[in-house]
């Protein structure tokens, strides 16, 4: 491999004009392709094989003319102190409300209160529903702008009114902490390579990565059925992993000219030995992503799919494009120990010359691991054990308005249900009865709300309401719990363990959903799905490491080193979005349950992320090991030549994943968050303390692989071995061109 990608390398220098343009078609392509693409609305969410999906289902063909992803508002009304909305004042200004909501275009029903029972007890709290037959991404902002008017115009009655329900859902705005995070990984660049053009190349080639893909995504959203949080994680983990392996091949690009050679045989030679590290790291982060198919939710496989299609984006990219530009940028992109006279190269130069032997920093720090291996291995784990105790109190849950800030209408609009009929009726549970196969549907009907009545934590049972066929009906309960609670998800259970004997008696079948059934439904799938998953991948990509080390410790040590760093990341999360710790520094305004896909995608995305600083840094540890150092020292010149690149790679990745904690959306926030908290502690704690520390103890054991192995194995030359060869002044480019077209 290393030899296909020298010379691959050195094609694209060479013909630079050519991989620019063809990089700048694919651009322009899919940027008109996104320009034209009809705008997409929210994405559904399924989830095939559970329950409360089936009971989806079974409405849609039963009911039909239903519309199950149309938006809803819930407006409620609470009446000024001393007064009830029974009053006829009140009465008036509510009717006057519904009226209004009724003249939308958009509006296929509107709930009079007074007629359908929903007003509160004490007579306080009243509301009305409205159904639209869009989803609340396609909602026109006519639309909601006549939902806040009719709820401005009650409140100018001296009524409170607030808004909940998804019909004023909105795009997430990622807030400008992402244009933050690009800042902080220029200067990080800059600091790094001590020269703005080659600082320059990692954004520009990254940003180009992102360009092609979000705008790819974007043209096929409608036609695949994908959300914008789609996008956004494809932004993220492309903008994060693109300017890494860029910056991984310009790094090495600067030390093979520092070595003396041609500009053209060191882009060759980065791209064909830092340039094999990237690709087995882009396919552990592949592997990662594409593996979350695994949990069989849509949802949650198209974005590890899109994400990872951007990922596949910035390898190729750091294979091709940078090569070229690195042949136009020229002498302007200095060699290793060099920088630019506008940021001091002079003083620089002066002060290397004067400590030529003087060790870097990586060059002590490893001297100080190897010679204290014990130490700081037991600091190492037990500080990631510490930072993980929060994660044994997780707490799963989907997002809905009660996960809202308070400052919102939406929030305000759930409390005032909870104060005016209790916590559960904002979790309603909708019960389908299928008696298709029953010979007394209604009787069946009957025993199975008789059944529900008779349950603990029961509040409200409605009438059955059945079909035009009579052979399905709806019944709606209201839990005495809130939504998130325990308690409403043994009233679930409970529900579903009586239709198991109603079945035996009636032939009808009792199915359970809601959003409140099917975020329990979630919930237990994801948990069900997390260790197949980790087996998979894991299982995989410790394959994949096996054949890049040819070791069998390495990519054991690996991955349970990344076990320590996801653990220690899941409690991170708990601390601040569960626990409420620098909630007010992080902008989590109200704390909740973790979100369900949490753990399961951080597992997958962070897992791809430290396989790639453990390939970058332990494979320049090898190279030097097969070229004949010792172990020890061998650690020692990997951090040489390595640390201070993973460091600067891991900073600006933390800053980039930093950057969407400022945004509106929970679930990206979260994500945010999580990653890079994990990527900080993957890359500091457990690669450059914990594995220089594991391969120290080990010694020569580190790299010992069995003999029959070793033979079967194929040999993918990740150190670049096979590269000696070239170790002459020119080759015969056409000779090398068709050799490459060849292969």
Do not use: C
């Amino acid at each position: 491999m290393a030899t296909f990608l020298y010379k691959l390398g050195r094609l694209a220098f060479r013909r630079r004009h050519f991989v620019a343009l063809i990089w700048v078609a694919l651009l322009t392509l899919a940027g008109v392709g996104a320009a034209s693409a009809p705008t997409a609305g929210s994405s559904s969410f399924s989830v095939p094989g559970t329950e409360a999906q089936k009971a989806f289902d079974l409405l849609e063909s039963r009911f039909p003319g239903t519309t199950a992803d149309g938006a809803t508002a819930r407006v409620v009304f609470k009446a000024p102190s001393g007064e009830k909305m029974t009053s006829a004042a009140n009465k008036a200004a509510v009717h006057k409300t519904v009226n209004e909501l009724r003249d939308g275009s958009e509006v296929t029903s509107v709930t009079d209160p007074y007629k359908s029972g929903s007003v509160s007890k004490d007579g306080r709290i009243a509301y009305t529903q409205v159904r639209y037959d869009v989803s609340g991404m396609e909602l026109k902002d006519a639309s909601k702008d006549a939902l806040k008017e009719a709820a401005q115009v009650a409140r100018d009655t001296g009524l409170t009114v607030e808004v909940g329900g998804d019909a004023l859902q909105a795009v997430p705005e990622t807030g400008s902490t992402e244009v933050i995070g690009i800042a902080v990984a220029a200067v990080v660049l800059v600091i790094t390579f001590g020269s703005l053009i080659a600082a320059g190349l990692p954004l520009l080639t990254a940003l180009i990565g992102v360009g092609i893909g979000v705008s790819t995504i974007t043209a096929l959203a409608k036609a695949l059925d994908l959300g914008s949080t789609t996008s956004t994680l494809a932004m993220m983990i492309g903008l994060a992993v693109g300017i890494d392996y860029a910056l991984f091949i310009v790094s090495r690009y600067r030390a093979e000219l520092a070595e003396g050679r041609e500009r053209e045989e060191a882009a060759g030679r980065a791209v064909g030995t830092a340039g094999s590290a990237v690709v087995f790291a882009g396919l552990t982060v592949v592997i990662a992503l594409v593996g979350l198919a695994v949990v069989n939710i849509p949802m949650l496989t198209k974005m590890g799919v899109a994400a990872a299609g951007t990922v596949a984006i910035a390898v190729l990219i750091a294979l091709t494009l940078i090569p070229g530009l690195l042949g136009y940028a020229g002498k302007k992109v200095k060699p290793a120990g060099e920088k630019s006279k506008v940021l001091g190269g002079g003083r620089a130069a002066r002060k290397a010359a004067q400590n030529p032997d003087k060790p870097n920093m990586g060059t002590r720090w490893a001297r100080f691991v190897v010679r204290r291996p014990i130490a700081v291995l037991l600091l190492g784990v037990v500080g990631l054990g510490a930072a993980a105790i929060p994660a044994s109190s997780l707490e799963l849950g989907l997002p809905d308005d009660g996960s809202q800030p308070t400052s919102t209408t939406q929030r305000r609009a759930y409390d005032l249900l909870s104060d005016g009929f209790g916590p559960g009726f904002n979790g309603p549970l909708l019960v389908v009865v299928d008696a298709k196969a029953s010979k007394d549907p209604d009787a069946a009907f009957t025993r199975v709300k008789d059944e529900i009545k008779g349950l603990k934590g029961v509040v409200t049972v409605t009438p059955p309401a059945p079909n035009k066929a009579g052979d399905t009906a709806t019944i709606s309960v209201i839990p005495k719990s809130k939504p998130s609670s325990t308690q409403t998800e043994d009233l679930v259970h409970a529900i579903r363990d009586a239709g198991g004997d109603i079945k035996a008696d009636t032939e009808a079948s009792t199915l359970v959903t809601g959003s409140t059934a099917m975020n329990i439904d979630v919930s237990q799938k994801l948990n069900d799905a997390l260790i197949p998953y980790l087996i998979l991948v894991v299982g995989l990509a410790f394959l994949l490491l096996i054949v890049v080390f040819r070791s069998i410790l390495v990519p054991l040590k690996a991955a349970l080193g990344f076990l320590l760093s996801v653990m220690a990341a899941l409690g991170a999360v708990v601390a601040v979005f569960q626990w409420g710790w620098l909630a007010g520094l992080m902008g989590v305004e109200e704390t909740g349950p973790v979100m369900s896909m949490m753990p399961i995608f951080m597992v997958g995305v962070v897992f791809g992320l430290a396989m790639d600083y453990e390939v970058f840094l332990v494979t320049r540890m090898r190279e030097a090991y097969v070229h004949g150092e010792k172990p020890g020292q061998a650690i020692v010149t990997g951090f040489k030549y390595g640390a201070r690149v993973v460091t600067a790679a891991a900073v600006i990745m933390i800053a980039v994943f930093s950057g969407f904690i400022g945004s509106s959306e929970s679930m990206i926030k979260m994500i945010g968050f999580g990653l890079a908290i994990a990527v900080f502690f993957d890359a500091f704690v457990v690669r450059m303390a914990i594995v220089p520390a594991v391969l120290a103890l080990l010694g020569k054991k580190a790299w010992w692989l069995p003999k029959w192995l070793d033979r079967a194995l194929p040999n993918v030359d990740v150190e670049g071995e096979g590269l000696r060869a070239h170790d002459r002044p020119k080759d015969d480019d056409a000779d090398e061109d068709r050799e490459l077209a060849r292969v």
